[in-house]
């Protein structure tokens, strides 16, 4: 099946730096989603990136859908404490709603006051 | 947005039980469901997808007789583990697409934590 190499696999960084973590893929996919996990708890949506090239902020979130439709990176800026969590790529097959995911292996991130 | 409840939060229970975990969509009606096992500090695995009013459709290596999902209605799936052994302990997770035009994300509700000693 499909697979997709997320990296990297942890961060240790200062309260107030930069981050930035992708998602690479074997093929193709048609939406690129950027999830965030807490603890004992689901993921929560972050972004979705539907088209190749597109770049999409949310707050301190910043990703991008690779021109190639095989990759995403995902910034975040002026990290905070409460940043700390695991993130997860995800890419969707198909056109329609109900195409299944498939996640990256996950960010654990860990910010430092 | 979209919301996804699931019930319970967190069981334990002795071997041999068998357990209901339910997943709902608050404000959508969700015609597929998605149901996910997590463990530690590892991705979400997809186990099966769940249909409103056919069979689901089980990835490879899950038993569908350990595992039976049923999605009796618009806005409830509901994954029973049956005669659970230690081995079942996880994170299961379910997830929803809103309906609508264009590739809708999937939601997901906040997991059931399962326990069984």
């Known amino acids: 099946g499909q697979q997709l190499n997320q990296s990297p696999q942890s961060m240790f960084i200062q309260e107030g730096e930069d981050v930035s973590m992708n998602c690479t893929s074997s093929?193709?996919?048609?939406?690129w989603l950027w999830y965030k996990q807490d603890p004992g708890e689901g993921p929560v949506l972050l972004i979705a990136?539907?088209?190749?090239?597109e770049l999409t902020s949310n707050g301190r979130l910043t990703a991008q859908f690779g021109i190639t439709r095989k990759d995403s990176f995902l910034n975040i800026s002026a990290s905070i404490p409460s940043d700390v969590g695991i993130y997860f790529c995800?890419?969707?097959?198909?056109?329609?709603?109900?195409?299944?995911?498939?996640f990256g292996q996950g960010t654990i991130l860990t910010v430092h006051p | 947005g979209a919301v996804v409840s699931q019930h319970p939060s967190r069981v334990i229970c002795k071997s041999g039980t068998s357990v209901k975990i339910e997943c709902r969509s608050l404000?959508?009606?969700?015609?597929?469901m998605f149901w996910y096992r997590q463990f530690p500090k590892k991705s979400l695995m997809l186990m099966a997808t769940?249909?409103?009013?056919?069979?689901?459709?089980?990835e490879q290596g899950v038993e569908k007789d350990k595992f039976l999902i049923n999605h009796a209605s618009l806005t409830l799936s509901t994954l029973t583990v049956t005669s659970a052994h230690p081995e079942d302990s996880s994170f299961y997770i379910c997830?929803?697409?809103?309906?609508?035009?264009?590739?809708?994300?999937?939601?997901f509700g906040d997991g059931t934590r399962l326990s069984i000693l």
């Open positions: 990136l539907y088209k190749a090239g």
């Open positions: 769940s249909n409103e009013g056919s069979k689901a459709t089980y």
């Open positions: 997830s929803a697409s809103a309906p609508g035009g264009g590739n809708q994300p999937q939601h």
């Open positions: 404000d959508f009606q969700a015609t597929t």
């Open positions: 093929s193709i996919f048609n939406t």
């Open positions: 995800a890419g969707q097959e198909g056109g329609t709603s109900y195409g299944k995911l498939t």
